[in-house]
């Protein structure tokens, strides 16, 4: 699709260009230099003085030494595992569990749809840190405290995933469905070969984030784990921080072995984050 | 035809309700029904009618954390409304590296508040890497207590949350900003009005709806604060306990085995009609203005 473009609007001036280019790149330092920085004070070695008053950005002699020492005092494999761990828990539950929900409101007539999903919008102005001591008590009460189940739990079917999906389902034509129903195909067939396929965007977004927010929750593990070996990663960070106050090396060690992997996982997966948001928005 | 059988349906939607129901619906009832007792984690507890409440009124650390969220919402609802507009008006165009700064520019987005808030602890730690620029510059001639002093370290964290925050409200410009008719901005132009009139009279009329979204957004989101306060000034609040919000005091009276219960849900009570109100009231406000 060719517009016509208007000159004096659309110009794309040297000077314009520079500026352009300037301020993105001045947004782009106060963005990642700070981890950039975490970075490489996690590469310096003992012997290189990290409190300099002329500050390196480049470590003189790069090493993974504060790699070892951080493994050697919390197991903090151990926790980015507990942390995939709920990370799939939460991915998996929400795959299976809100798109079964939203086909089921957006395409199936029953008694009680607009009940029920009436139920689901209203718990959307509740802030989850409202109902969080409840939600403990409950979990608890379950057996699941102090586990990493108690954890992934209550994030596993999310009301916004259902929502969302339900929204991209409602957006498929009714005839496609109608004409599969004359042929004869049932509900899980339709779901299958014609409700999946056309929602393929909103599930990857809904993936993507629920992973992102497993791995980054801090405030709920914190209450439900108490078993140093149980910890997730944002947990163990912060009791890290207790126990090295004296060495920013080892901490920054830690950070970016929380950080790295989500940064690399949004960046290859970030195409279909950016598509998915962009249909949503327009959908509605 | 019958396109399915009756229970199909339930069958689809019950493992989601009962989520919903063990996890939201029951919680928000049951955390009114704890804020009337003095329910502790590990012995039950009896009804004590509005004790809790009372206490509320008479913590001194519960104001401590409506000032501060005050502060928050005054300095982050303008900031975030405002900064992440200008952000995604430069990525918006299609030119050579935009996908490249807009993935970036959410990078802070992607991580957990505990990873940059260890990583801002020590940019802003005494000898960290602010105060080492700061003092080389000359600016300041001793090092800035960023992390000690009650209200620097209070900013320390509003500056944090806003950092962290640019990203996430640049997408939701980004979709807003493609709906705005070219034409008009063409028109404009031919007109004769300047880059700055435009922003004023095309961009901002036509992104006004997100507009008011974003700031609500942010507004509630500063109400949740806990994770920047927490890693920034230790479990304590600060060294004075000052620097506190309310998620954080609902924390701190609700965790470990000997947590107040009963206490804890009436500061979640508290949180939930501080949060709810403004809101519901907005949406009063806006349905009369469409209707």
């Not at chain 1, 079964?100 to 802030?127: E, I, K, N």
Request: a positive charge; one cysteine or more.
């Amino acid at each position: 699709m060719t517009r016509r473009r208007s000159p004096k609007f659309d110009a794309v001036t040297p000077l314009g260009l520079t500026l352009r280019y300037t301020a993105l790149c001045v947004v782009l330092l106060i963005t990642i230099g700070p981890m950039l920085w975490e970075l490489s004070t996690s590469l310096k070695s003992p012997f290189e003085d990290v409190y300099s008053s002329t500050p390196q950005l480049l470590p003189r002699h790069p090493t993974l030494h504060n790699y070892d020492l951080v493994a050697q005092t919390i197991p903090i494999w151990h926790f980015a595992e507990n942390s995939v761990l709920v990370a799939v828990l939460g991915v998996g539950g929400n795959l299976v569990g809100a798109t079964a929900a939203g086909y089921a409101l957006a395409r199936l007539r029953f008694r009680g749809r607009r009940l029920v999903t009436g139920l689901f919008l209203s718990t959307l102005v509740l802030p989850g840190e409202v109902t969080i001591i409840s939600q403990y008590q409950t979990v608890t009460k379950l057996g699941f405290g102090d586990s990493l189940i108690g954890v992934a739990l209550p994030g596993m079917i999310g009301a916004i995933n259902v929502l969302l999906i339900r929204n991209a389902f409602r957006s498929i034509p009714d005839e496609l469905e109608d004409a599969a129903v004359i042929d004869g195909a049932n509900v899980w067939q339709r779901i299958r070969y014609i409700g999946l396929p056309n929602v393929k965007g909103i599930l990857s977004v809904v993936a993507i984030l629920s992973f992102i927010a497993a791995w980054d929750d801090f405030l709920w593990p914190l209450l439900v784990l108490q078993s140093p070996n149980k910890l997730t990663l944002t947990v163990g960070l912060s009791y890290l921080q207790g126990e090295f106050s004296a060495d920013p090396r080892t901490i920054a060690a830690g950070t970016m072995i929380a950080l790295v992997p989500i940064l690399v996982l949004f960046a290859v997966l970030q195409r279909f984050f950016f598509r998915g948001v962009g249909e949503g928005a327009i959908k509605g | 035809m019958k396109a399915h059988r009756w229970y199909t349906p339930w069958l689809l939607v019950v493992p989601a309700l009962a989520f919903l129901g063990a996890f939201s619906l029951w919680p928000a009832i049951n955390t009114l029904l704890l804020s009337f007792t003095n329910v502790h984690t590990l012995t039950g507890g009896r009804f004590i009618g509005a004790a809790n409440y009372t206490r509320l009124w008479h913590d001194p650390q519960l104001w401590d954390a409506i000032i501060n969220t005050l502060l928050y919402m005054a300095v982050c609802v303008p900031l975030l409304t405002f900064l992440p507009l200008l952000l995604a008006m430069l990525v918006q165009r299609t030119l050579p590296f935009m996908g490249f700064f807009r993935t970036v520019f959410y990078f802070p987005v992607i991580a957990s508040a505990v990873t940059v808030a260890l990583i801002w602890q020590w940019l802003l730690d005494d000898r960290g890497l602010v105060n080492d620029l700061a003092t080389e510059v000359g600016v300041v001639h001793k090092a800035v207590p960023f992390l000690e002093d009650r209200w620097l370290l209070l900013f320390s964290a509003i500056a944090l949350t806003v950092w962290k925050g640019l990203g996430y409200y640049m997408v939701l410009y980004l979709s807003a900003l493609g709906n705005v008719r070219r034409e008009l901005h063409e028109a404009a132009a031919v007109d004769g009005a300047g880059g700055v009139r435009r922003f004023w009279h095309v961009t901002l009329p036509g992104v006004r709806g997100t507009t008011l979204l974003v700031s609500i957004l942010i507004g509630v989101s500063a109400m949740r604060v806990f994770t920047e306060l927490y890693i920034l000034g230790g479990s304590t609040g600060g060294i004075g306990g000052q620097d506190v919000s309310l998620v954080f005091l609902i924390e701190q009276y609700g965790s470990g085995f000997d947590g107040q219960l009963g206490y804890a849900s009436a500061l979640s009570v508290l949180l939930f009609v501080l949060t709810a109100v403004p809101l519901i009231v907005l949406a009063r406000l806006n349905r009369r203005n469409e209707g």
